[in-house]
């Protein structure tokens, strides 16, 4: 099976896949590329790629990125650790916002976020591998 297909195991409950955006961003707003339910009594790692690039080129930034979120029963998801953790982190203009992530219960947002007056093109890859109970 390709790694970028879904699967579901039934009597394990392991689910993997991926999600994929593309996305223009205008101002320095955090902008949400991908969002990713989570299930009741579930923990979920992400693992984010993410590139852009300024429309005239000039500028360009690189991110991979993993965080870890547990949902407590119907409770909103809750970050495990820090974030970033184990991040790659490239910017050619640091005042780029770059990636995060947002919690709009049940649902974990990854965003990007720009620069002020500025229009960048997005490609984001999330790998989400969950287990539940």
Do not use: C
């Amino acid at each position: 099976m390709n790694l970028l297909d879904s699967f579901y195991e039934g009597d394990s409950k392991l689910e993997q896949f991926y999600e994929y955006a593309e996305l223009t961003t205008t101002n320095a707003t955090a902008t949400v590329a991908v969002s990713v339910p989570m299930s009741n009594d579930s923990t979920t790692m992400f693992y984010v790629r993410a590139v852009g690039i300024s429309t005239g080129g000039t500028n360009g930034a690189g991110y991979a990125v993993y965080a870890t979120y547990k949902k407590d029963g119907a409770a909103a998801p809750a970050i495990i650790g820090a974030f970033p953790e184990n991040a790659h982190w490239k910017e050619s203009d640091s005042t780029w916002g770059g990636i995060d992530f947002n919690v709009s219960s049940p649902v974990v947002q990854v965003r990007v976020t720009g620069k002020a007056a500025t229009t960048i093109k997005w490609k984001v890859y999330v790998f989400k591998l969950t287990q539940g109970i």
